[in-house]
């Protein structure tokens, strides 16, 4: 995919038409592809934490009528009795199989049928009408990332049904050992979020000024070999490194390892998309909680970064290594499901940032310190449900994307946030601490 900016920059109205309308069709076939599975795969509901899938089938599609069609091609609701069963906001995920969704065919021409009208909207639209929703095609750009995400959360349905046989695998590079596994950054002051890049949310502006003391982070994700000597080490029966609440979750709920590990003897396997395999130890460990990754972090005598010193460490850039397009297939990081795992630590020295610190992009999304918080200046748009009413200190923010996020749904600038107990993501971590 895309390097936006060139794309905004370089192509003018047509091309970037015309790059919207390849973007549009190349997320939906990858809704399609997830979603191409037995009827009762998809009705049904395999963790109370997870719509079924055909709910964010049908919703991808009605979000995409709501603000391509409506909002901006003026065009009458075409199912208006059906709105309430798509928002996010009406029903818990855990309801939503109680409701009266659309079957999966009916789902799947319902959101074909939206997606014509949207071409027709693309065609006839003026992409350098200042009105926000228009320029430079923001809203496009909003339902691209919004489908993205959804993938994202499908993926994520698909590994916690533990049905085999859904979900393709690929080829990664290997990984390298560090030489120098802490990178340090120094003191100073640095630009964090953006005023800029055409299709960011509005949680990641405006660009402000930090300052930040000197601080050390790692340079790779905290790999599986690592975490699992805090587990071995016993980590998770010693209150010392928990927070008192994130102890009692552990307890109440017999978390001892990542989800979806188990322990044979002396092997620790895991279920990855519905098979058994042992646990790679070179590559980034995830799913785990926020609470997890704090705990880790005490064991090692370290802290997680703030979100300001995760995104310093990228080196005030589009992407770490710089402005060009991530891709499928590029040089510089896992992403876009090119394999449905991390790839082994160190295996994207090209995707350093100017610090000499890898992997902040692709791969797992990095648990911060930080809670999810509006930069000073924020404004909201288009709507409050994108990331004002997540505000306070409720979620913990999440960067850098995972190998399941698709490159036009992360850049270095990017906010994302969950609860901290929540382990079905495809989460992990990297540390930090601070100079002594
Ligand atoms: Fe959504």
Redesign the pocket.
Known sequence: MTDLDAVLGNAGPTGLKERIAAELAAVRERSLAYTDADDDMLVRQHSSLMSPLVWDLA??GN?EELWVLREVGGIEPLRPEIDHLYD?FRYPRKDRPTLPLLGPAEARKYISGVRGRVLDVLDRVDLTDPDPLRSRGYVFGLVLQ?EH??DETMLATLQLSRRPGLVRDGELPPGRPAAEPEVHIPAGVFRMGTDTTPWAYDNERPAHRIYLPGYWIDRHPVTNGAYLEFVEDGGYRDPRWWLPQGWEWAERNGVEAPLFWTRDGDTWWRVRFGREEPVPPDEPVQHVSWFEADAYARWAGKRLPTEAEWEKACGGRTYPWGEADPGHLGRWANLGHRAARPAPAGAFPDGASPYGVEQLIGDVWEWTDSWFQPYPGYRCFPYEEYSKVFFGETYRVLRGGSWATHPSAVRTTFRNWDYPIRRQIFAGFRCARSEE
């Open positions: 919703h991808v979000y996010a919004h995400q959804h």
